[in-house]
Nanobody, 125 residues
């Protein structure tokens, strides 16, 4: 499975972006999907996850209410809507797909099998 993320860019604080991640080469609907991010000098952290049926299963506390994950299985694409962005949201955002991911391990990056190349989000103050 190949994952291609896009949609990052430079935005002012309070602004919005919509990230997309399109999968190819596999059966998208069989994968649990997640978004993670990594800021410079920091470890990769969980952002949000969505199950195979399109139900969001969780958000990181700092992003709850500001970010929205969704997926379109017909388009093999998962989305991450970023609203009310803050400078501390600046990071590379990665999408990930996991065939064996379940709710209990969906926040663990080690549970995912495939990763996109990342898309950079920069939020200016």
């Amino acid at each position: 499975v190949q994952l291609q993320a896009s949609g990052g860019g430079l935005v002012q604080a309070g602004g919005s972006l919509r990230l997309s991640c399109t999968a190819s080469g596999g059966s998208f609907r069989t994968y649990f999907m997640g978004w993670f991010r990594q800021a410079s000098g920091e470890e990769r952290e969980f952002v949000a996850a969505i199950n195979r049926g399109g139900v969001p299963t969780g958000y990181a506390d700092s992003m709850k209410g500001r970010f929205t994950i969704s997926r379109d299985n017909a388009k093999n694409t998962v989305y991450l809507q970023l609203d009310s962005l803050k400078p501390e949201d600046t990071a590379i955002y990665y999408c990930a797909a996991g065939a064996r991911v379940i709710l209990s391990n969906s926040r663990n990056p080690a549970a995912y099998d495939y990763w996109g190349q990342g898309t950079l989000v920069t939020v200016s103050s």
